[in-house]
């Protein structure tokens, strides 16, 4: 038999988790400090991330409460101090870094939270052009061993340089989110 499936997106990489502890004092695995959720963030510990693909959720422990997922923030979320928002950078070693509200602008996860990161590592623009898959091994309770697209794989991309960050964080700057026609 075929089996259709319309508009399914199906992303290229190797889904990652990492998880953190907010705590007080310096141990393994967690936040160092309190402090650092807000200041220097937490370094995923792998180049390739693919930023679209990040997800982040917070559990607080002492609130009985289950993990909740967090958006990403743009510059179109109104922040106050309870928005369940992080940010995202690239640091000094050029890991994509998530960071937290500081409890004025964005919630500060307290001491005892547990921070859970999910990503996809991307092969960048090598998976363009894919147009099937075959089956690696047997999934249980079918025959499935090729899956055909209607077109092929697009959109991967190779990191941006630092030279290219530079180049274009200027010109984004004197833009200002402006649409600018001559």
Do not use: C, M, W
């Amino acid at each position: 038999g075929k089996y259709v499936v319309n508009d399914l997106t199906i992303y290229e990489g190797k889904r990652l988790t990492h998880t953190f502890t907010v705590v007080s004092s310096n141990s393994p695995n967690t936040v160092a400090n309190i402090n650092d959720v807000t200041s220097l963030g937490l370094s995923i510990p792998n180049l390739n991330v693919d930023t679209t693909s990040i997800r982040v959720s917070v559990n607080i422990p002492a609130l009985g409460s289950d993990f909740v997922q967090y958006s990403k923030y743009n510059n179109s979320l109104k922040l106050n101090a309870n928005s369940q928002v992080y940010f995202v950078r690239e640091d000094d070693s050029e890991l994509s870094n998530i960071s937290f509200g500081d409890g004025v602008l964005g919630f500060k996860p307290p001491v005892g939270s547990i921070i859970k990161i999910e990503y996809l590592i991307s092969s960048g623009d090598i998976a363009n052009g894919i147009g099937s898959f075959s089956a690696l091994k047997e999934i249980e309770g079918t025959t499935l061993s090729f899956i055909g697209l209607n077109q092929p794989a697009l959109g991967g991309a190779k990191r941006e340089s630092i030279e290219s960050i530079k180049y274009n964080a200027v010109r984004s700057f004197e833009a200002a989110g402006r649409g600018v026609t001559e």
